[in-house]
């Protein structure tokens, strides 16, 4: 062989070497890396996971607030169709025990009055006998 096929075989085994050694390095770098990044995940899983769990908590406590909340709602609207049935049933009581009475009261009255006013009518109209003058019968006279 010629000296510059061991050149260049000398120079093709360094190649070599130095892309082994390059994969090497990268197969280690990569090995480091997946290691950061596997503990990097579990610490996030660590730090995450009780605040997952208190976000979980939070919204079951928020549903039954929620829950609650509509059941009082449900309630005082219950409460006020009562109150305002009862109000009702209050004002038509108040107003048949007050209105029925006043308007018996206003026929009395109103009858009262009629017979008063009758029996003014019947002295207007039975006045006491006077001797007409006789020139008041001429005047009635019609012929």
Same mark, same amino acid.
Request: proline share 4%; glycine share 6%; no cysteine.
């Given at each position: 062989?010629?000296?510059?096929?061991?050149?260049?075989?000398? *120079?093709?085994? =360094?190649?070599?070497? #130095?892309? +082994?050694? !390059?994969?090497?390095?990268?197969?280690?770098?990569? $090995?480091? %890396?997946?290691?950061?990044?596997?503990?990097?995940?579990?610490?996030?899983?660590?730090?995450?996971?009780?605040?997952?769990?208190?976000?979980?908590?939070?919204?079951?406590?928020?549903?039954?607030?929620?829950?609650?909340?509509?059941?009082?709602?449900?309630? *005082?609207?219950? =409460?006020?169709?009562? #109150?305002? +049935?009862? !109000?009702?049933?209050?004002?038509?009581?108040?107003? $048949?025990? %007050?209105?029925?009475?006043?308007?018996?009261?206003?026929?009395?009255?109103?009858?009262?009055?009629?017979?008063?006013?009758?029996?003014?009518?019947?002295?207007?109209?039975?006045?006491?006998?006077?001797?007409?003058?006789?020139?008041?019968?001429?005047?009635?006279?019609?012929?």
């Amino acid at each position: 062989m010629s000296d510059w096929a061991v050149v260049f075989l000398g *120079v093709i085994a =360094l190649a070599v070497t #130095v892309m +082994a050694a !390059i994969q090497v390095g990268m197969v280690v770098y990569g $090995a480091r %890396l997946a290691r950061r990044v596997d503990r990097l995940a579990d610490q996030l899983d660590r730090e995450i996971k009780p605040l997952l769990t208190s976000l979980h908590t939070v919204g079951q406590e928020a549903a039954k607030a929620a829950t609650l909340a509509s059941a009082q709602m449900e309630r *005082v609207d219950r =409460l006020f169709a009562d #109150v305002s +049935a009862r !109000i009702e049933e209050s004002v038509a009581a108040i107003q $048949a025990t %007050l209105v029925a009475p006043a308007r018996e009261g206003m026929a009395v009255f109103s009858g009262i009055r009629a017979a008063i006013a009758a029996l003014k009518g019947m002295r207007q109209a039975s006045p006491i006998p006077r001797h007409p003058h006789p020139d008041e019968d001429d005047a009635l006279f019609i012929g």
